[in-house]
């Protein structure tokens, strides 16, 4: 699944706002109207805010919230390490370096009408700017999230107004479904309650390969949006390979987004 090409960009932006939302999890909005303008669901920025010796790669953020007009973007992640741990300290007016738009991402199938979001975590984050788009193109979409505390559970107040049904569970309250999110998915396709043109899943492989079941009994179109670790995020330096049914490829490059058909998930 591919989108338009178009050639990463080295650019400096500029920090219009970093909250704290929840414990370890932060939001950041950056202005850079270069990379703004040309990005698109399922895409990575690579960024850094830091001049360390010891730490010297940039890192790869999904796209959260794209506004072109603007010419902004918002970016949520963890503070899980050194690197996370100073953007979390970034305050407004501060300069990061970007490349990017990164990677393939989204696109929507022809004459597609519903459409399926299965999150688990921060995953969310990746799914959250398709979901705008099929909003505005009127598609019906039904989201599924999951997180392992209820506490963590990211994204309902901004994919609710966005979904035309929204379900969740989490690991400390599984509401009958084992802890499977995707129960409920299962649910609605075994009793011919709906069906879906297109299934996009981020944030854990456990999910994916029950969409992958669901698919090969339901025969619906699925895509999957990988991480992975990162060293260019533009396909030179080969850190970030995938096994494929079309052999090794690289996430940052021929992904993150890929038919979820394609991705060999029992490594």
Same mark, same amino acid.
């Given at each position: 699944?591919?989108?338009?090409?178009?050639?990463?960009?080295f650019? /400096?932006?500029k920090?219009?706002?970093?909250?704290?939302i929840n *414990?370890?999890?932060f939001?950041?909005?950056?202005?850079?109207?270069?990379?703004?303008r040309?990005?698109?669901?399922?895409?990575?920025?690579?960024?850094s805010?830091?001049?360390?010796?010891?730490?010297?790669? $940039?890192?790869?953020f999904?796209f959260?919230?794209?506004d072109?007009?603007?010419? +902004?973007? %918002?970016?949520?992640y $963890?503070?899980?390490?050194k690197?996370?741990e100073?953007?979390?300290?970034? $305050?407004k007016?501060?300069?990061?370096?970007?490349? *990017?738009?990164?990677?393939?991402?989204?696109s929507?199938p022809e004459?597609?009408?519903?459409?399926a979001?299965? %999150?688990?975590?921060?995953?969310?984050?990746t799914?959250?700017?398709?979901?705008?788009?099929?909003k505005? $193109?009127?598609?019906?979409?039904y989201?599924?999230?999951?997180?392992?505390?209820?506490?963590?559970l990211?994204?309902?107040?901004?994919?609710?107004?966005?979904s035309s049904h929204i379900f969740?569970? /989490?690991d400390d309250?599984?509401?009958g479904?084992? *802890?499977k999110?995707?129960?409920f998915l299962?649910?609605?396709?075994?009793?011919?309650?709906?069906?879906?043109?297109?299934?996009?899943?981020?944030?854990s492989? +456990?999910? %994916?390969?029950h969409?992958r079941?669901l698919?090969?009994?339901?025969h619906?179109?699925a895509?999957i949006?990988?991480?992975?670790?990162?060293?260019? *995020?533009?396909?030179?330096c080969?850190?970030?390979v995938?096994?494929?049914i079309?052999?090794?490829?690289r996430?940052?490059?021929?992904?993150?987004v890929f038919?979820?058909?394609?991705?060999?998930l029992?490594?």
């Open positions: 699944m591919k989108s338009a090409e178009n050639k990463p960009l650019v /400096t932006g920090v219009l706002e970093n909250r704290n *414990g370890d999890y939001e950041i909005v950056i202005e850079a109207p270069d990379i703004a040309n990005a698109r669901p399922g895409q990575f920025v690579m960024l805010r830091w001049n360390i010796n010891n730490l010297f790669l $940039k890192r790869p999904s959260y919230q794209i072109a007009e603007q010419g +902004r973007f %918002a970016i949520l $963890k503070k899980i390490g690197g996370t100073i953007l979390s300290q970034s $305050k007016a501060d300069q990061v370096e970007l490349i *990017g738009s990164c990677g393939n991402g989204f929507l004459n597609v009408g519903k459409i979001l299965v %999150a688990r975590g921060i995953g969310v984050a799914l959250l700017p398709l979901a705008i788009e099929g505005k $193109k009127g598609l019906e979409i989201s599924f999230l999951s997180a392992r505390e209820k506490n963590l990211l994204g309902p107040d901004k994919l609710g107004p966005l969740y569970t /989490t309250d599984w509401k479904t084992d *802890g999110v995707t129960f299962e649910e609605l396709l075994k009793n011919n309650r709906t069906d879906f043109e297109a299934v996009y899943v981020c944030g492989k +456990r999910l %994916a390969r969409i079941e698919q090969k009994e339901y619906f179109a895509y949006s990988l991480e992975e670790r990162m060293g260019c *995020g533009i396909g030179a080969k850190g970030c995938i096994n494929t079309y052999g090794y490829q996430v940052c490059k021929e992904g993150p038919p979820l058909e394609e991705v060999i029992n490594e």
